[in-house]
Every structure is written in structure tokens, then in C-alpha cells.
Nanobody, 122 residues
Framework: QVQLAESGGGLVQPGGSLRLSCAAS????????MGWYRQAPGKERELVAT???????NYADSVKGRFTISRDNAKRTMYLQMNSLKPEDTAVYYC????????????????WGQGTLVTVSS
């Protein structure tokens, strides 16, 4: 079984920075696209950023120029560096993988982490 675990959330003042991490665990052979999503209170979950296994990235317009997504394939870990944070960035941030191939060659689809809360407030 493959699991994702986020860390790094917390309370930060407007204009501050945080770095989120998402670690994949299990008997993993390869991971395809990894992504960060967020859900603010009373709103639907939305895409923040994605990164392919080759390093190609995609960002929501609302975070372009402020957030940077990266991944370390050897460590099975993805990161989200968040700078110039705004109160509207307050949300639970979720890690997602579209599919993972295990060492058994079983393919696991659409895996989500439990989420980590980011609160931007003075």
C-alpha cells in the first residue's frame, strides 16, 4: 500500500514563508505526477501546483511567482515553498499523486494525503 504524509503547515504572518513537504511511503517503483491542492473553509478543493516525474511544473494563477513546487525522486518527496503568503492562502493543503506503480507492478490511482493546515494571519 502507498501512503502520502504532509508536513510543514502552521501559522504565519502575511508576507511570511512556509515550506510544505509530502513524503510517499510503501513499496514504490515509480511515481507519476505529484501535486498540491488546497481547500479553504467553505470552498471547494482547488489545484495549487503540479510537477511531473521529469520536473515539468504547472501553477494556479493565484500562486504564480510566490510558490515553488519541487520534488526529490530519490527521496520520494515533494515540496512546496510558499513565499509572500496572503490571508487568502489560508487552507488545508493536500498532497496528491495521480498514479504510483508499486514494486509488485500494481498501479495505485489518485492517492491523497491527510492534509496540513496553513493559516496566514496577523
Amino acid at each position: 500500500q502507498v501512503q502520502l504524509a504532509e508536513s510543514g503547515g502552521g501559522l504565519v504572518q502575511p508576507g511570511g514563508s512556509l515550506r510544505l513537504s509530502c513524503a510517499a511511503s510503501g513499496s514504490i517503483f515509480s511515481i507519476n505526477v505529484m501535486g498540491w491542492y488546497r481547500q479553504a473553509p467553505g470552498k471547494e478543493r482547488e489545484l495549487v501546483a503540479t510537477i511531473t516525474s521529469g520536473g515539468s511544473t504547472n501553477y494556479a494563477d493565484s500562486v504564480k511567482g510566490r510558490f515553488t513546487i519541487s520534488r526529490d525522486n530519490a527521496k520520494r518527496t515533494m515540496y512546496l515553498q510558499m513565499n509572500s503568503l496572503k490571508p487568502e492562502d489560508t487552507a488545508v493543503y493536500y498532497c496528491n499523486v495521480d498514479w504510483v506503480i508499486a514494486t509488485s507492478r500494481h498501479r495505485y490511482l489518485d492517492i491523497w494525503g491527510q492534509g496540513t493546515l496553513v493559516t496566514v494571519s496577523s
